[in-house]
């Protein structure tokens, strides 16, 4: 079993069920656990004897064990070192259940909640822009990562630089469109422009051979297409069912034409039933371009690349968010087209102008802004490839279908949410 575990006792009498509790020890009385569930294993910093009145959230210990070249081997754990971590010590956490916790304002220590047995990217892709120098992420000092009982590596800390002031994409823009829809676009070069601009060297420096990845990238087979298609149609047709549904309600319930304001919602549903052809065709989009013969050039990708997850600071811009998949479904997880992240970064700035019309009682955001902005990001997209030399990564046939998805997985958590 390994000293790293302990089994533990669950249930009454002869019912009781044993479950192997995994533990990684980071100073004397304090451990990482990974506790087995229904969806997979919880992760929790544990103290013996329980921590006094100021909370420990593990992050200062983590980040000191990351300075010794050389500690205790832990069976199934394995300690990565990327860049060398500086000296820091007291915790702040960011968020409410210390998931991320900085250190000394100078470190980032993101845990992970739940584990699952299934492929992570994180630890791969992370090595990999280490290797290729690619600066557009805040330095990796490194990984606490556990390997699962398939064999998939999963991280259950990252280790990262605290960027001071920063704010995400989305906070960004909504702050410049907050003073006029010209504000942004006013920028040289505009933020949106920027954005895509990282987007680009992300994909490149992710296709690029390195000692991680002897053959990054590598053409997909009329399969991976048609089975894209089946996911994204059938992702399609289970968001026109939870809208048509709970429209139907709506219609049902409310007194009169539309019903009073805090019967509304949001409009989400109606919109997307709206555009319901034209997502299923972007959708068959994906089916044309398998029964084209084209080659479709896959590699690996962010996975969940939206305006959050890119921060603005004092020295520019930087991608965040490796290690909050795998958000989905498996089949995401391997290699992909790089349009899939363009659709959601493209997608995902269509929310932000919602929010500054619902705020202004205008359509002016999304009449007059978004299309601009989208514009804008695309255009620096295939500038920054170009310049790169690996156009051929970008197929644009497939980011109407994969935006299709993320406008349908949008509707359904949306649903979800409601129904909670």
């Known amino acids: 079993m390994g000293m790293n575990a302990e089994v533990r006792a669950v249930g009454e009498g002869e019912l009781a069920v044993q479950r192997v509790v995994q533990r990684y020890p980071l100073e004397p009385g304090s451990w990482v656990t990974l506790t087995p569930g229904t969806e997979g294993w919880r992760c929790a910093v544990d103290h013996t004897p329980p921590a006094g009145d100021t909370p420990a959230f593990g992050a200062d210990a983590l980040a000191h064990l990351l300075r010794y070249q050389q500690v205790p081997p832990v069976e199934r754990f394995d300690l990565v070192r990327h860049v060398p971590t500086p000296e820091a010590s007291g915790e702040r956490p960011l968020d409410d259940d210390g998931r991320v916790v900085v250190v000394g304002e100078r470190v980032v220590v993101a845990w992970s909640d739940l584990i699952r047995d299934i492929p992570y990217t994180a630890p791969i892709t992370l090595a ?70 990282i987007a680009a060297a992300l994909h490149v420096a992710l296709a690029t051979r390195s000692t991680v990845l002897a053959e990054p990238v590598r053409p997909a087979e009329a399969s991976d297409l048609f089975g894209w298609h089946r996911r994204v149609r059938d992702t399609v047709d289970r968001a026109a ?164 998805e993320h406008a349908a997985r949008e509707v359904i958590q949306e649903a979800r949410t409601l129904g909670t």
């Open 128 to 197: 990999q822009l280490s290797a290729v120098n690619f600066l557009g992420v805040p330095d990796t000092h490194g990984l606490l990562v556990w390997t699962t009982p398939t064999g998939h590596e999963a991280p259950v800390a990252i280790v990262t630089r605290y960027l001071p002031r920063a704010v995400d994409g989305r906070q960004a823009l909504l702050a410049l469109l907050r003073q006029g829809v010209g504000v942004e676009p006013s920028e040289t070069p505009s933020l949106t422009g920027r954005m895509g601009r």
């Open 241 to 404: 069912l939870a809208a048509a549904e709970i429209e139907g309600s709506r219609a049902d319930d409310l007194p009169g034409p539309g019903g009073p304001p805090d019967q509304q919602g949001t409009d989400i549903f109606r919109r997307f039933l709206a555009s319901l052809t034209t997502y299923r065709a972007d959708a068959d989009l994906l089916a044309r371009a398998a029964e084209s013969g084209m080659p479709v050039m896959l590699q690996r990708v962010h996975g969940d690349l939206h305006v959050r997850r890119i921060l603005r600071w004092a020295g520019g811009l930087t991608i965040t968010g490796f290690g909050g998949e795998p958000r989905y479904d498996a089949p995401t997880l391997g290699p992909q087209p790089a349009a899939r992240d363009l659709a959601r970064l493209l997608q995902s700035l269509a929310s932000i102008a919602r929010d500054i019309d619902a705020g202004a009682g205008s359509t002016r955001c999304t009449a007059e802004w978004l299309p601009e902005a989208r514009r804008r990001m695309l255009a620096a997209y295939r500038t920054e490839m170009t310049v790169a030399n690996r156009p051929e990564l970008l197929d644009e046939r497939l980011v109407a279908a994969f935006e299709a």
